[in-house]
């Protein structure tokens, strides 16, 4: 049977400009052709078990020419795979799209196209330039930069000239003297507004503001590169006064992300949000411990219980699986109280339909839970937690008498995603910023990047005194958030990076 072909717009590269149904063909793929211009962060929604074909395009460089292309897309259908092929901006958008749907077509291969945000638009939106604004002009020119090899460019200056519209130029860093020498030769006044947008809606964005007669050298002097766009015309004064993007507190600022990858989106979302270039690196990851007798046979005698007790969002998750795989449900607690250790634990009870009886009120951490816990416990409690835990829980259960079965419910195993990349980069002076949400996270960073790694370029934002006290012993210098919540280490990144 015959597969399908799915054309996706990926967009200029800010993985929030992706669209809803490019996300839901992406999600369904089994494989995925993506070029090189598509965003890091959507190509980690890649489904891990779809093929990944890179297939490298980039200006002035293809790893695979465009018929190579064609042929991997006709094949992959022919095989009955549901195909998507990743195109940076708008497949439609000198993209190349209708070559490739061509050749489908002559071969009967279904196909779809899923328009996408093309950077003619997005990147000069990020630049604070609108392409149109009705002061300035009254219509909007997408023009290719990029000439046939050998040929010289085939566009027609005198006729821009003559729109008075704004001028946008994709692919045409190469071309740039040749564009502006040919609107000058066409009449246009040298001292017409023009900027420059390189990586346009990443956080690595920057913008060159100049005069047509002054972009090239502009240009230069900021070593302007692929991939960036070309903008001519009265709008791009505006630029300065509508610019929102470079003015976000932790624009352009890198910041490594260690949290484990199923539980990684929210921190990652609120850095991006505010302008930061994240970098997931997820060195932990939390498995269920399986086969798990004891908190099987816990969950038998849930009634010698007063509490139960969860020290993170993984206990929780983990705790309900083993319920299912009993064919139990949330009413095998209807005679237990919750306890919890912050937020975040919190928020995963409440999507199994649960709520906590107690929290810490100001400190989320094992020793002021087990604290609250001393206090309002009269009888049994049950913790489920990882394999390694803080003694400190247990220590204050200890000191008040208060009996306890502590279960190892799932444990921490490391990971080294990347780990080449920083490794290279500490040796070499470079400084990194992590963000540190639990202990555990520290020890599998410091894992990964081996023994003897320099430690004392890294800054770690952590999430409270015990990730703090663990990224110390290891000689990592440490910022605290006032609180163990997400939204207290995204404002701690803010007013100690900004």
Not at 361 to 367: L, S, T
Request: charged share 20%; hydrophobic share 40%.
């Amino acid at each position: 049977m015959t597969g399908k072909v799915t054309l996706v717009g990926a967009g200029p590269g800010d993985p929030g400009l992706l669209t809803i149904k490019g996300r839901e063909a992406l999600a369904q793929a089994e494989v995925v052709v993506y070029d090189a211009l598509v965003g890091e962060q959507v190509l980690a929604m890649m489904p891990e078990s779809a093929e990944k074909i890179d297939v490298g395009k980039r200006a002035s460089h293809h790893t695979v020419p465009q018929e190579g292309i064609n042929e991997i897309l006709l094949q992959k259908a022919l095989e009955g795979k549901n195909v998507v092929r990743l195109k940076g901006g708008d497949p439609f958008v000198f993209g190349r799209g209708g070559e490739e749907l061509e050749k489908l077509a002559e071969h009967g291969v279904p196909f779809e196209v899923v328009p996408g945000v093309t950077s003619a638009i997005a990147a000069a939106a990020y630049a604070g330039i609108p392409v149109t604004h009705r002061d300035c002009c009254s219509s909007l020119h997408i023009i290719t930069g990029h000439a046939r090899a050998g040929k010289p460019l085939s566009i027609d200056f005198e006729a821009l000239r003559r729109t008075g519209g704004t001028l946008v130029f994709l692919m045409g860093v190469t071309a740039m003297p040749m564009i502006v020498d040919g609107l000058l030769k066409a009449g246009m006044p040298p001292e017409t507004p023009a900027a420059m947008v390189e990586s346009g809606t990443t956080p690595r964005q920057r913008k060159c503001l100049a005069t047509l007669g002054t972009l090239p050298e502009k240009a230069a002097e900021m070593g302007i590169h692929s991939p960036a766009i070309i903008i001519v015309g009265r709008v791009c004064a505006l630029s300065e006064q509508f610019d929102w993007f470079d003015s976000l507190p932790l624009k352009g600022r890198e910041i490594v992300v260690t949290r484990p990858r199923e539980r990684a989106g929210t921190l990652c979302s609120k850095l991006r949000a505010l302008g930061a270039d994240v970098l997931e690196y997820p060195c932990i990851e939390t498995v269920p411990i399986l086969p798990c007798p004891a908190i099987d046979a816990a969950i038998g005698r849930l009634g010698d219980y007063e509490w139960l007790c969860f020290t993170s969002p993984a206990g929780v998750k983990f705790f309900h699986e083993r319920l299912d795989a009993l064919g139990l449900d949330a009413r095998a607690l209807g005679g237990v109280k919750l306890a919890v250790i912050g937020t975040g634990t919190a928020k995963e009870l409440t999507m199994h339909g649960l709520r906590y009886d107690l929290m810490p009120q100001d400190v989320y951490d094992a020793e002021h839970l087990g604290a609250a816990l001393a206090g309002a416990a009269r009888s049994k409690v049950l913790i489920a937690r990882a394999e390694v835990a803080s003694p400190e829980l247990t220590k204050a259960l200890d000191g008040a008498g208060i009996a306890y079965d502590d279960v190892a419910i799932y444990r921490t195993v490391y990971a080294s995603p990347r780990s080449d990349e920083l490794r290279a980069r500490l040796y070499t002076g470079g400084k990194l910023c992590v963000t540190f949400t639990s202990a555990s996270t520290v020890r599998g960073f410091v894992s990964s990047l081996g023994e003897g790694a320099p430690m004392g370029n890294v800054t770690g934002l952590c999430i409270g005194r015990q990730s703090a006290e663990c990224a110390e012993s290891y000689g990592i210098k440490t910022l605290i958030s006032q609180k163990a919540t997400i939204d207290e280490l995204v404002r701690l990144a803010v007013n100690k990076l900004n």
